[in-house]
């Protein structure tokens, strides 16, 4: 068992992480065989952002960056970005208040490739907007063969979000998400042709955007709406209406201010 312990952020009351600790404290005794892992992963650190870049760094490390590099590099952009941890946190709450399989704060953290992914991203975003392309598109490919989550490190994504499932994501470049934004698998938010600029959807606050829907070009999805799956989106969204469909079209409005927060995909009860 590994003793090695992160040390880059001196510890203080944090009652997250002490929620978090306590919880896999638990789940070592009721499963002695993952001890290691829960000891590696969680109960050797002393904050709950090194607890993160250790469980990053060892995912994605290949023969090319070793997991200690990338570790490096995670802990880098969150001490110069103190914004990265409070999203990572609200993405932390937004799982365990949105997502019925999850109800321990600790899952995210160990288990769920929806966060890792975002994560990584939002790791990725700070190299990408400090002038260190390369490595940020390195992230990006290496998010992507791992959890088939393709998040362009250009893109703007706001707090809270919840990423369920998550494989077959795709986040072009432009694309701009707003606070509170819960999507599933096989989402697309793409463009619709060759040209370069600024070519991706943009998703106000409070959005809901089932499994398999697609989004393309630069249009406004706008606060509250709520996006049907296997829906293909090409006309701007009004705020709180919903819309399915192909291609989509307003089917109602949600009964909720944000869709994103309730996780009701159904579409029957939003009447015109």
Known sequence: MSKQKNSQVKPGRDSLWEAIHHEVELLAQQEPVLTS??????????????????????????????????REVFVEAMAAE????????????AYVERDPACDQYCLPLLYFKGFHALQIYRVANWLWRSNRQSLALYLQNRVSEIFAVDIHPGAQIGSG???DHATGLVIGETSVIGD?????????????GAQAGDRHPKIGCGVLIAAGAKILGNINVGEGAKIGAGSLVLDPVPPHTTVAGVPAKIVGHPTEAEPSREMDQRIDGDGI
């Open 37 to 70: 892992f829960f000891y590696d992963s969680v109960l050797s650190h002393q904050t709950l952002e090194g607890a993160l870049a250790y469980n990053l760094a060892a995912q994605i490390d290949n023969s090319v960056l070793s997991a200690l590099t990338i």
């Open 82 to 93: 103190p914004a990265i941890c409070d999203s990572m946190r609200k993405d932390l709450s």
């Open 161 to 163: 979000i919840m990423i």
């Open 180 to 192: 509170n934004v819960s999507m599933l698998h096989s989402v697309t938010l793409g463009g619709t």
